[in-house]
């Protein structure tokens, strides 16, 4: 079990460093996905996971967020406006395809996020996930028909993965995504895309989402994973081997917490495409993180008191 994963972390640092090469070589920056990490580590450390099995939506979904979100980006002027629109269409995108692949929320808000203009955005991430499905594909076609054990963590990880079921969550998603809009724009945060995907986790699965009783271990990982992957361009420059330096920390970080959350993966990734990465980065990072803590305790508590007041007494 242990060097299956061991085996599947290594194909995850093998596809970022081809994206980071490819971003170097095209000068295509987006290349390298910041989500591209946490997917990769998902579908080949958990072959039968709900990620591995929708290859059809891995290939294309973030591809069509991302072309969506660079038409707004385009035609918007960057505020609260773009960010709903984004966020919105992005939601849309995934109940329409009923597709669990949530990191296409990160791909719709990117071109808001850091302003990204360039017609290459959609189609870099097209190829970059296409390759990604196929590995995976490629993959479980050499592997045969051995399906891994399904222990308890690996069921709790597929049902937090997958498609958002009904509407009551998304009041306190909405809330704790627009708010972190405005608090990005009053103190001159850097909006943190793979956070709005954490949080769609949490918010859609409250009852198994397997991090949402140990908050501050989550903000502590997302703190570290950050500042890891700003050292790791400080020291190493964007490329391929900052982006594996960056990845594999992130998930010794996220090990040592014991938290299984791919998309904290991503904000270590992230730096790798800033235009200036550094410590302004990581406390963003902290404090909207800090918010989606706040903001989802908050949404429990207030369902927890619909639900008393609705009861007979």
Known sequence: M????????????AVV????????????????????GALAHDVFTRPEGTWARATAHLAVAPALAALIGLGLARWLPPGLTALALSLGSSLLLLGLLRSPLAPLISA?????????????????????TSLLAAAVLLRARLRGHSPAPVDTASRIDDQTETA?????????YLLFALLAGAFVQTWHLLLVPPLFV????????PDVCPWRARPWALLAACIAGAGVGVVAVAWLSAGPLSAVLSLLAGVLIVRAFDLHVPPALAIGLLPQILPRPGWPFV???????????????????????????????
């Open 164 to 172: 958002a079921s009904g509407w009551r969550w998304l009041p306190g």
């Open 108 to 128: 719709g808000l990117l071109p808001v996020a850091l302003r990204v203009r360039s017609p290459w955005y959609p189609a870099s991430i097209l190829l970059v």
């Open 17 to 36: 460093a081809a994206a980071a090469l490819g971003a170097r070589a095209s000068g295509i920056d987006t290349f390298m996905f910041p989500e591209l």
């Open 2 to 13: 242990r060097f299956e994963r061991a085996r599947g972390e290594a194909l995850a640092a």
């Open 198 to 205: 954490v949080a769609y986790e949490m918010f859609a699965h």
């Open 283 to 313: 406390a963003s990072v902290a404090l909207l993180c800090a918010w989606l803590i706040v903001s989802f305790q908050f949404a429990g508590l207030a369902s927890r008191r619909i639900s008393t007041m609705g009861r007979p007494a």
